[in-house]
């Protein structure tokens, strides 16, 4: 874990994305009026978090808090203090109030390859998104079983979201994959750090695993034949039958399994469906599994921030280091139509403590690297690597 001076310039930075993170932000008429090309438009492939009449609008996906480009979400909320705004002298800012606080700010460029087309004549963006400016999002298949038997992650919005209508395919192929992330390898403009592979539950956990593991294994041999130093993550829920976690050793993937919350009780409140398809336990035992199949720096697990005291978070994310597992800290985001659109979320100083667990547990077990490296729009992960909590 790289060593922060205390009195780094980011540590500043990540004060505002905390800010971000708990009050979303406004848009200036001056803004909505500069945004646009070459600037990337906002995507669904899972969910949405912003109000429901913003969703045809032109709206950033994330932007980088500068000079030292933090990656943060930019989640609309009409109440929030921060506005993105725009002027002739300044640029794009974000600015808080009447601007006692006001941080440049730059946004991912849309990649050359969103508008490349497979062989089947579909475009590439129907498959792969950018993700946090750097990362190639592919969500493998639009539905989810925990949403089929109505016990849906209470913060869920993949249902809401697609209800309304995206224009990504709802199943993606091993060959489209394939060549999908080959196309957008080809493009050496666009800043790639990782291939990010996830999806809906089928129901059957075992058949589930094992078609995410070989779509993991398609995508990691796109990017070794791109030449790219790339690496490649699945999201996945853990198979019924362990003995599969086998099925990506030696792939070279990364894979995550999520704990989500550590305290027993409100994860059996917020996470119903995971509590029917084996609970907390069988997770946690998947997590040591896998780290014994496929060691240290392989595997990682999320925990969202904000659902749970500090405390019981602490403890789960000390348990899954010790577990030779890499932990994260995705923030809580209340999303429209879910059962936890008015649960609040943590406020900055809450994210802050958040952070300084995390960046502690890092510094004690020294994982290689985060999960979100430089593209966790809601996550914390990579700013308490860097130690700037």
Same mark, same amino acid.
């Given at each position: 874990?790289?060593?922060?001076?205390?009195?780094?310039?980011?540590?500043?930075?990540?004060?505002?994305?905390?800010?971000?993170?708990?009050?979303?932000?406004?848009?200036?008429?001056?803004?909505?009026?500069?945004?646009?090309?070459?600037?990337?438009?906002?995507?669904?492939?899972?969910?949405?978090?912003?109000?429901?009449?913003?969703?045809?609008?032109?709206?950033?996906?994330?932007?980088?808090?500068?000079?030292?480009?933090?990656?943060?979400?930019?989640?609309?909320?009409?109440?929030?203090?921060?506005?993105?705004?725009?002027?002739?002298?300044?640029?794009?800012?974000?600015?808080?109030?009447?601007?006692?606080?006001?941080?440049?700010?730059?946004?991912?460029?849309?990649?050359?390859?969103?508008?490349?087309?497979?062989?089947?004549?579909?475009?590439?963006?129907?498959?792969?998104?950018?993700?946090?400016?750097?990362?190639?999002?592919?969500?493998?298949?639009?539905?989810?079983?925990?949403?089929?038997?109505?016990?849906?992650?209470?913060?869920?919005?993949?249902?809401?979201?697609?209800?309304?209508?995206?224009?990504?395919?709802?199943?993606?192929?091993?060959?489209?994959?394939? *060549?999908? $992330?080959?196309?957008? !390898?080809?493009?050496? =403009?666009?800043?790639?750090?990782?291939?990010? %592979? /996830?999806?809906?539950?089928?129901?059957?956990?075992?058949?589930?695993?094992?078609?995410?593991?070989?779509?993991?294994?398609?995508?990691?041999?796109?990017?070794?034949?791109?030449?790219?130093?790339?690496?490649?993550?699945?999201?996945?829920?853990?198979?019924?039958?362990?003995?599969?976690?086998?099925?990506?050793?030696?792939?070279?993937?990364?894979?995550?399994?999520?704990?989500?919350?550590?305290?027993?009780?409100?994860?059996?409140?917020?996470?119903?469906?995971?509590?029917?398809?084996?609970?907390?336990?069988?997770?946690?035992?998947?997590?040591?599994?896998?780290?014994?199949?496929?060691?240290?720096?392989?595997?990682?697990?999320?925990?969202?921030?904000?659902?749970?005291?500090? *405390?019981? $978070?602490?403890?789960? !994310?000390?348990?899954? =280091?010790?577990?030779?597992?890499?932990?994260? %800290? /995705?923030?809580?985001?209340?999303?429209?139509?879910?059962?936890?659109?008015?649960?609040?979320?943590?406020?900055?100083?809450?994210?802050?403590?958040?952070?300084?667990?995390?960046?502690?547990?890092?510094?004690?077990?020294?994982?290689?690297?985060?999960?979100?490296?430089?593209?966790?729009?809601?996550?914390?992960?990579?700013?308490?690597?860097?130690?700037?909590?």
């Amino acid at each position: 874990m790289p060593e922060a001076p205390t009195s780094d310039p980011r540590m500043a930075l990540v004060d505002v994305k905390a800010e971000l993170l708990h009050h979303g932000v406004n848009l200036s008429p001056a803004f909505s009026s500069h945004y646009g090309e070459p600037y990337l438009a906002k995507r669904r492939a899972y969910g949405n978090s912003d109000p429901l009449e913003f969703r045809q609008r032109l709206l950033p996906q994330e932007l980088f808090l500068l000079p030292d480009r933090l990656v943060c979400a930019v989640t609309i909320r009409l109440d929030s203090p921060w506005t993105l705004d725009w002027s002739d002298d300044e640029g794009f800012v974000v600015r808080r109030g009447s601007g006692d606080r006001c941080i440049p700010v730059d946004f991912p460029r849309t990649p050359a390859f969103y508008d490349r087309a497979l062989s089947s004549g579909e475009a590439v963006k129907n498959v792969v998104t950018l993700y946090g400016g750097g990362s190639l999002g592919v969500f493998a298949f639009g539905s989810c079983r925990l949403v089929d038997i109505g016990k849906p992650c209470g913060y869920c919005s993949i249902s809401q979201n697609r209800d309304l209508g995206v224009d990504f395919l709802d199943v993606i192929s091993e060959a489209r994959i394939e *060549e999908a $992330l080959s196309l957008a !390898l080809e493009d050496t =403009a666009c800043p790639i750090t990782q291939v990010m %592979v /996830n999806g809906g539950n089928f129901p059957d956990q075992d058949r589930s695993f094992s078609h995410y593991a070989r779509l993991a294994r398609v995508a990691a041999r796109a990017v070794k034949a791109s030449g790219r130093d790339v690496e490649v993550h699945l999201i996945v829920y853990p198979p019924r039958d362990l003995g599969r976690l086998a099925e990506l050793k030696g792939s070279g993937v990364g894979v995550a399994m999520n704990y989500e919350v550590c305290d027993p009780d409100l994860f059996r409140k917020y996470c119903p469906g995971k509590t029917v398809y084996g609970g907390q336990e069988h997770i946690a035992a998947a997590l040591r599994r896998a780290a014994e199949e496929l060691g240290e720096g392989s595997v990682y697990s999320i925990l969202v921030g904000g659902l749970e005291p500090l *405390e019981s $978070l602490e403890r789960g !994310l000390f348990e899954l =280091a010790a577990d030779g597992v890499t932990p994260v %800290v /995705n923030v809580f985001h209340a999303d429209p139509g879910t059962p936890l659109e008015q649960h609040p979320v943590p406020d900055a100083s809450s994210v802050r403590a958040m952070g300084q667990v995390l960046q502690e547990v890092y510094r004690r077990y020294e994982f290689a690297h985060p999960f979100y490296l430089n593209c966790g729009r809601n996550s914390i992960d990579t700013e308490a690597w860097l130690g700037l909590f």
